[in-house]
């Protein structure tokens, strides 16, 4: 068993680096599974990576060359599948660890891919949509030869959205001379996108939840939860758990955290959003620090904003039963001791938020089809992957005497290993 404080100095900012944090969760459960070298070496090894110059003129006359990055890290089960980020503080780093997270969180929900991811180095505060749209079909146009529908399937991720896909699938068929929709998942409903997509990820939190309170004999009409985030994840959980009658008791968001024990209403709290541009001074509730709100009793805290949320400085403090991660990489691994010890039940992200990859999936599907399916289907189909995934990592963590994220990352190891096992080495 690897430890954390052997990989990590946490005298350092290691604890927040993702590449070091998913190499302590591979390493656990490699270990626990006895791979041996080679199968590790391999697994471990980004397949592939690209990293390019996009040079790019800005609305000024001005020239400006961004960096981009694409990273494969395993194709041994299909194509490459996983989204693009645009941050000023994007690094190849992260781009491999969450490059590596796809790969495990397909393998665990069983879809048929690898793992890969992508990212630009700008910040879109300060870029117009035209500057945005030349480094996104630039961006396109450098890493054409890797990406394909059945290469590598780019999707959104962090400031990337359904116009930038969009504009990906343009400049791809541009280039091979046929409009190609199955290139990129996350597009808009008229160029081929999945009904249930926007809310995928948020519905499939709420199916692993269900599950999770059904173990603590909770009824979800008396469950609590506290989210933080309120964007697409964190927002379509609050509002479908709202409607099963769920009580979202806190929402946690950049500038602040919104309580009434009772229960939010999550529609209302929208629209005031909307209408104010924060969540604070909602009628009918308290406002409370972010701390604060993370500190709540509750019966499910549900991170669905960022990465390094939950951290060994404050996983003593939290006073939920239940973790069901939403965000990639809330926690990080030396908090994953301090939670295991203190008995709480967390849903490791690459099984909580695994909704939104597989309605990419179905997304990819129906473009090849060429048929689309109704939204009752998609979400009878979320569902019925989320929940039997969640028992097979159930079921895992019984038989190995190992918590929930070591259970999951050996199920995902383990199918990869045999799929790479299956292939053989060509050389
Ligand atoms: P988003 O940008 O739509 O929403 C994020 C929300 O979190 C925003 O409202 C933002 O204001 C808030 N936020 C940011 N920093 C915060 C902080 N320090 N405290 C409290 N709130 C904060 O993003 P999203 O698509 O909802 O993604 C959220 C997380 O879920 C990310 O980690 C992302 O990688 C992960 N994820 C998203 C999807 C998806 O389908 N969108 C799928 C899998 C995983």
Same mark, same amino acid.
């Given at each position: 068993m690897v430890t954390a404080d052997a990989v990590l100095n946490t005298h350092t900012n290691d604890e927040h680096n993702p590449w070091k944090? !998913?190499? &302590?969760?591979f390493e656990n459960a490699?270990?626990? /599974? *006895?791979?041996?070298?080679?199968?590790?070496k391999i697994l471990k090894t980004p397949a592939k990576e690209l990293t390019v !110059? %996009?040079? +790019? +003129? /800005?609305?000024?006359g001005r020239i400006e060359v961004f960096t981009g990055y694409r990273v494969q890290h395993s194709i041994a089960r299909g194509p490459a599948k996983g989204g693009i980020r645009y941050a000023p503080d994007v690094s190849l780093d992260e781009v491999r660890a969450l490059a590596s997270w796809m790969t495990w969180k397909c393998a665990v929900v069983n879809l048929p891919y690898g793992g890969g991811k992508g990212g630009v180095i700008c910040d879109p505060a300060i870029l117009s949509p035209t500057e945005l749209e030349r480094i996104t079909r630039r961006y396109t146009a450098e890493i054409l030869d890797i990406i394909g529908p059945e290469k590598d399937i780019p999707a959104p991720d962090m400031n990337t959205n359904e116009q930038t896909m969009a504009w990906i699938m343009d400049t791809y068929s541009m280039h091979k001379r046929q409009t190609t929709t199955g290139v990129v998942t996350g597009k808009p409903l008229d160029l081929g996108g999945s009904r249930g997509r926007p809310e995928a990820t948020g519905r499939g939190c709420l199916y692993v939840t269900r599950e999770s309170l059904k173990r603590f004999d909770i009824a979800p009409t008396d469950a609590k939860v506290v989210i933080q985030g309120f964007g697409n994840v964190g927002g379509m959980a609050a509002r479908l758990m709202s409607r099963e009658g769920i009580k979202v008791i806190a929402i946690i968001e950049v500038d602040g955290a919104v309580h009434n024990e009772n229960g939010l209403d %999550?529609?209302? /709290?929208m629209k005031h959003r909307r209408e104010t541009g924060s969540i604070l001074d909602f009628p009918e509730a308290q406002n409370l620090t972010s701390e604060e709100g993370f500190r709540l009793k509750c019966d499910v805290l549900l991170p669905a904003? *960022?990465?390094? +949320? &939950?951290?060994?400085a404050n996983a003593?403090?939290?006073n939920c039963k239940i973790i069901c991660e939403g965000a990639n990489g809330p926690t990080t691994a030396p908090a994953d001791q301090i939670l295991a010890d203190r008995g709480i039940f967390v849903v490791p992200d &690459?099984? !909580?938020n695994a909704g939104g990859v597989t309605v990419s999936y179905f997304e990819w599907v129906q473009d090849r089809q060429g048929y689309f399916w109704n939204e009752k289907l998609v979400n009878e189909r979320l569902e019925e992957i989320m929940v039997n995934s969640f028992y097979d990592v159930l079921k895992y963590a019984r038989e190995h005497t190992v918590e929930n994220r070591t259970a999951a990352y050996m /199920?995902?190891?383990d199918r990869v290993a045999f799929a790479i096992k299956l292939r053989g080495l060509y050389a």
């Open positions: 944090n !998913a190499a &302590i969760r490699a270990a626990r /599974l *006895k791979l041996d070298d080679g199968m590790r !110059a %996009i040079p +790019v +003129v /800005l609305d000024d %999550i529609e209302a /709290l904003a *960022k990465e390094n +949320v &939950i951290t060994s003593a403090s939290l &690459i099984l !909580a /199920l995902a190891l």
